[in-house]
């Protein structure tokens, strides 16, 4: 059997997946589909994807099912809305790791107010301000995923309060949890810090508009892990010009890269990221996609799917 490799990726990349991939799975052959035959296409029946050209798995007729590298699936989603085998997602520990790192590091950069002090030492001015303690200020997630109730978890043990917002009711310990669209205007009026890591959907696109932003008490801060195109950046730019946003560090946006021309890169209350708050990691990822290829070969049962009608 061969399994396919389908991505619009570099050849090196492609390469590096392909062979920390292979050496998990000595009993698979693992191909680019650029270098498969018209008989291994025809007898492919698991196509690993990084960013996969629809053409292409659609020249798979007999795969089974699809396991992404990645964990974002709002391309897939779109782009595969023909095709209707499972698609498989990567959900790796070491990535909510790294993203509750990351929610922890910028939440203490708006927390320890680094923006306030990176412009006094430009304009060379002494300017303490207050200490509020972690306990005094109330980080809210949207999301409460993987990534979310990492970061939850992460936040709480720092002190701060910690709320949630997601689809369904949740019970967390030590989380305010909320959900719908009354969950979510309640829990905005009370937050300082912002964060999402909401899946791109229909129902999350431009959902941080100037309604529910406004909501937030002046001074709140805004950090966007997700996706860009949940937030209308016309409506944040507004937000923080007026001051009542103090400060949004932006990890993604609706172009990447980020054009020199868009007005985030000169903000000054705008902290622009490279889409760097959680990589992947190709080492753990691949033990991720090995784990759940070699337990399908075992057991016949495809791993847990992304959910259609959700979109994520
Ligand atoms: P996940 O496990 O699928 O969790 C998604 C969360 O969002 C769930 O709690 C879900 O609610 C909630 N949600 C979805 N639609 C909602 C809606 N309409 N209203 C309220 N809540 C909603 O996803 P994840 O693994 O945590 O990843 C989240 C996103 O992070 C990814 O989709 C990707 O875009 C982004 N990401 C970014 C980076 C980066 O480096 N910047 C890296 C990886 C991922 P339920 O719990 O009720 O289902």
Redesign the pocket.
């Known amino acids: 059997m061969v399994l396919a490799f389908v991505g619009q990726i570099s050849e090196e990349e492609m390469d590096g997946w392909i062979s920390r991939l292979s050496k998990l799975l000595p009993d698979e052959t693992i191909k680019p589909f650029a270098k498969m035959s018209a008989d291994e296409k025809e007898a492919a029946d698991i196509a690993i994807v990084a960013n996969p050209n629809p053409a292409e798995i659609e020249a798979l007729p007999n795969v089974k099912w699809i396991h992404s590298v990645?964990?974002?699936?709002?391309r897939m989603m779109a782009e595969l809305a023909g095709v209707t085998v499972p698609i498989v997602?990567l959900?790796d520990p070491e990535?909510?790791r790294?993203?509750a790192e990351?929610a922890l590091v910028w939440v203490y950069y708006l927390h320890r107010d680094m923006p306030h002090y990176r412009k006094a030492q430009s304009e060379k001015v002494w300017a303490p301000v207050d200490y509020f303690k972690p306990s005094q200020k109330q980080v809210t997630l949207?999301?409460?995923?993987?990534?979310?109730?990492?970061a939850a978890e992460r936040l709480k043990d720092a002190g701060f309060k910690v709320a949630?917002?997601?689809?369904?009711?949740?019970i967390i310990e030590g989380v305010e949890c909320y959900?719908?669209e009354s969950g979510?205007l309640e829990v905005l009026a009370k937050t300082d810090y912002l964060v999402c890591?909401?899946?791109?959907?229909p129902?999350?696109r431009g959902?941080l508009n100037k309604e529910k932003l406004s909501l937030l008490p002046k001074g709140a801060g805004v950090i966007n892990?997700?996706?860009g195109a949940i937030i209308n950046d016309a409506d944040l730019m507004a937000l923080l010009d007026q001051g009542h946003i103090s400060h949004a560090v932006l990890?993604?946006f609706m172009t990447e890269p980020l054009p020199a021309e868009n007005p985030y890169w000169s903000h000054p209350s705008v902290t622009v990221l490279p889409?760097?708050?959680?990589?992947?990691d190709s080492e753990t990822a691949s033990q991720i996609v090995a784990g759940n290829i070699v337990s399908y070969r075992q057991s016949g049962e495809i791993p847990p799917s992304?959910n259609r009608n959700?979109?994520?």
């Open positions: 990645w964990a974002g699936v709002e997602r959900t990535l909510s790294t993203m990351a949207l999301g409460m995923g993987a990534l979310g109730s990492a949630g917002w997601s689809r369904r009711p949740k959900h719908d979510l890591l909401l899946p791109l959907t129902e999350t959902l892990f997700a996706r990890d993604v889409h760097i708050s959680a990589p992947t992304v959700d979109g994520y």
